[in-house]
């Protein structure tokens, strides 16, 4: 039996769904691979047919993206369980690192990977936004305080460093019921990683770029970016680590930087 399970998450119709399927499905180690969404359809079950894999179909009442993910994270028995986002991609040997760090590991909550992101379907693996999320992450090469409530919540408070499709979550080690459940539409997963910071257990970074992170103008992080959602989430997310003056000075930082990606997006 596999310890570690890719829960594609789709949504209506996507044209990589069928480019995601394949990546998961081509891996080093042997995941279990299923397929769960909210919006159930003949292109959905015709790619699962064709790849001979099981739909799990949400039908809870409550709608919105961070319930459809504590759905696709709870709806496996494996260990682990990785939601593999509709329009990314998976290196080969993303399972397989993850399930090794997890046996090093097995005290873990959350096991993530470096990432790169596809632009116009080529790799990009160094912009301001990976760089700074690469920064933040550097405490976590202080392995031994990695399981310290005030050290995982250190790699959070200047800002969102965790990619959330490259996260793998050891769900017998997580007794929060809800982990993504909330009404934010852009800090879906920030919020995330901060209610998991108060588990017992390890955050494991495995540092190598091994999932690609699709950026296009369809994506809900592209939408949401272009929006003021952005802003005022990312308030909210400050406040949980800061004094609000200090929140204030770290959200108008972010916004100045997010304005400089969105220039760099624009100018690909």
Known sequence: MALHTFVVLAYKESKYLETCIKSVLNQKYRSDVVI???????????????YNLEVIVNRSEKHGIGYDFDFARTCVK????TIAHQDDVYEQNYSYD??????????????????????????????????????LLTPMKLHNLTNKKLFKRSI???GNSICCPAVTFC??????????????KCNVDWLAWERVTKEKGRFVFVNKPLMGHRIHEGSTTTSIIEGNIRTKED???FKK????????????ALLQILRRVMRYRNEW
């Open 36 to 50: 769960a969404t909210s919006t159930p359809n003949d292109y959905i079950n015709s790619l699962a047919n064709k």
């Open 78 to 81: 494996t260990d682990l369980v």
């Open 98 to 135: 993850v399930v090794e760090e997890y046996k090093k590991n097995p005290d873990a909550v959350i096991l993530f990977t470096d990432y790169f992101e596809l632009r116009n379907n080529k790799k990009v693996f160094k912009n301001t936004n990976l760089k700074i999320k690469k920064l």
């Open 156 to 158: 959070l408070s200047f």
């Open 171 to 184: 769900n017998k080690n997580i007794k929060l019921k809800e982990v993504f459940a909330s009404d934010l």
């Open 235 to 237: 308030l909210f997310m």
């Open 241 to 252: 680590f800061w004094p609000e003056c200090i929140a204030k000075s770290l959200n108008k």
